[in-house]
């Protein structure tokens, strides 16, 4: 498995300073969070993207993906949301990322089957250009279908190569389900694993890896033992917990936590 980190944990810095983060404390590649506030995003031109494909290039590290926002079982209609998801699978084609993330972001008060229905119909657009452009669209473990269980609802009817799942561990473990359900369901469509630490379900705020509640050596356990062998991205989610300790502190820590997980599982 490779290793990469979040633009989330270490919000606005410069790309050239996130890639000499990476080269310094080894990982190989960078989940990029494409939103305004981050040098990245799909309001960028051409020539700012070239820039950033050479920037990787000269240090060797790949974009692993475009961590977008766009809610595809939110109610509404579909023409803002496929929009949301047509630039960033254009922004991902121009940097040469193979992945983009999307939530499922349904409301609270909608329908499950009306939720369902929406998220899947818009995947079903969206994969197709995904095909076109030669980015894979995938749906996050995360808010209103945290659980691979509840993923599974809107990727089984889509039944697309090219949209499947971001497994985010803290969603699946908030939800209730054991990394080996999650693996057994999510295996088929599995993109790539976030991982991460919290206290416990009542405090999420960011810890070095290693030293909360989720059960990471069982996540990379159960993805070895099934042959998975993708990419593991550490989303530390400073931007939204100012009193977290930086990451940059972090990463070699991190780093050295997850290899010696990934050796205890070979």
Request: aromatic residues 6%; glycine residues 10%; charged residues 25%.
């Amino acid at each position: 498995m490779k290793l990469a980190f979040s633009t989330l944990g270490v919000p606005g810095l410069p790309v050239t300073d996130v890639l000499d983060l990476a080269v310094t404390h080894g990982y190989h590649g960078v989940e990029l969070r494409a939103h305004p506030e981050e040098p990245v995003h799909p309001g960028i031109d051409a020539a700012q993207r070239a820039d950033v494909v050479a920037e990787f290039k000269s240090a060797g590290i790949e974009v692993l993906g475009l961590a977008g926002y766009a809610r595809v079982a939110a109610p509404g209609d579909d023409d803002a949301v496929l929009a949301e998801i047509r630039e960033l699978l254009e922004l991902a084609r121009d940097l040469g990322a193979p992945f983009i993330r999307v939530f499922p972001g349904a409301d609270t008060d909608q329908p499950v089957e009306e939720a369902d229905a929406t998220a899947a119909r818009r995947l079903g657009t969206a994969a197709e250009w995904g095909a076109d452009l030669g980015v894979r669209v995938l749906l996050e473990t995360h808010d209103s279908h945290r659980t691979g269980a509840d993923a599974l609802r809107i990727l089984g009817p889509v039944g697309h190569r090219q949209v499947g799942a971001l497994w985010d561990v803290m969603h699946t473990w908030l939800g209730g389900e054991q990394p080996s359900e999650t693996v057994a369901t999510l295996g088929p469509y599995l993109g790539y694993v976030q991982v991460k630490d919290i206290a416990s379900a009542d405090d999420t705020t960011p810890l070095p890896l290693g030293a909360g509640a989720l059960p990471l050596a069982e996540c990379i356990e159960v993805l070895s033992r099934h042959g998975w062998d993708g990419w593991l991205c550490w989303e530390y989610e400073k931007r939204w917990y100012e009193a977290a300790a930086p990451l940059p502190e972090l990463l070699s820590a991190g780093h050295d936590h997850l290899a010696r997980l990934l050796n205890d599982s070979a």
